[in-house]
T-cell receptor, first 113, second 111 residues
Framework: NAGVTQTPKFQVLKTGQSMTLQCAQD?????MSWYRQDPGMGLRLIHY???????DQGEVPNGYNVSRSTTEDFPLRLLSAAPSQTSVYFC????????????FGPGTRLLVL | GENVEQHPSTLSVQEGDSAVIKCTYS??????FPWYKQELGKRPQLIID?????GEKKDQRIAVTLNKTAKHFSLHITETQPEDSAVYFC??????????FGRGTSLIVHP
């Protein structure tokens, strides 16, 4: 099993550009989420999904969109990139939302100029 | 919503010493408390967790304690080694809610 995979590993964007961060898992996990990690701020939840077709907002959802058309994939879209979105983005999955280990992807480092 | 405070933000110890990281949570209904370790440039990985029906859990050199009355839980690492150097995150969750993470503690173990 590849576990949780993310692409790209690193991306540079200009302000106003849009892009999609890809996340996929092959563990048949129902539960997937996106976090951003900034120095001194820990892991902050952006959006999450409890199954295909179901998504909800986390702590910092503004400027991001998600969709979940399949169990395996959970892409994160930046609509109009801003310098404040410069961060490291982690995707995570777990078998269920009920107090289960979360498995993180390797992360995507995003720089917005 | 849940609020998790984590202290200290940085912890520097000598190899062989013990390290203690403390977290407090706000929601008395929280009942699951995982700890994640993130090495430099890597992804966070679960190292130990504890549920509210248990007061302490050990796994080799790592232990976690939980005080439900005071709403705090701690990670204890004994006989620290240089490979323990990393950022450690605590988290708290209840039921089907997403875990809320603390801001992390950077542990530095000096050889």
């Amino acid at each position: 099993n590849a576990g949780v995979t993310q692409t790209p590993k690193f991306q540079v964007l200009k302000t106003g550009q849009s892009m999609t961060l890809q996340c996929a898992q092959d563990m048949n996990h129902e539960y997937m989420s996106w976090y951003r990690q900034d120095p001194g701020m820990g892991l902050r939840l952006i959006h999450y999904s409890v199954g295909a077709g179901i998504t909800d907002q986390g702590e910092v959802p503004n400027g991001y969109n998600v969709s979940r058309s399949t169990t395996e994939d959970f892409p994160l879209r930046l609509l109009s990139a801003a310098p404040s979105q410069t961060s490291v983005y982690f995707c995570a999955s777990s078998y269920s939302p009920f107090q289960e280990t979360q498995y993180f992807g390797p992360g995507t480092r995003l720089l917005v100029l | 919503g849940e609020n998790v405070e984590q202290h200290p933000s940085t912890l520097s110890v000598q190899e062989g010493d013990s390290a203690v990281i403390k977290c407090t949570y706000s929601d008395s209904a929280s009942n699951y408390f995982p700890w994640y370790k993130q090495e430099l440039g890597k992804r966070p990985q679960l190292i130990i967790d504890i549920r509210s029906n248990v007061g302490e859990k050990k796994d080799q050199r790592i232990a976690v304690t939980l005080n439900k009355t005071a709403k705090h839980f701690s990670l204890h690492i004994t006989e620290t080694q240089p490979e323990d150097s990393a950022v450690y995150f605590c988290a708290a969750s209840k039921g089907s809610y997403i875990p809320t993470f603390g801001r992390g503690t950077s542990l530095i173990v000096h050889p």
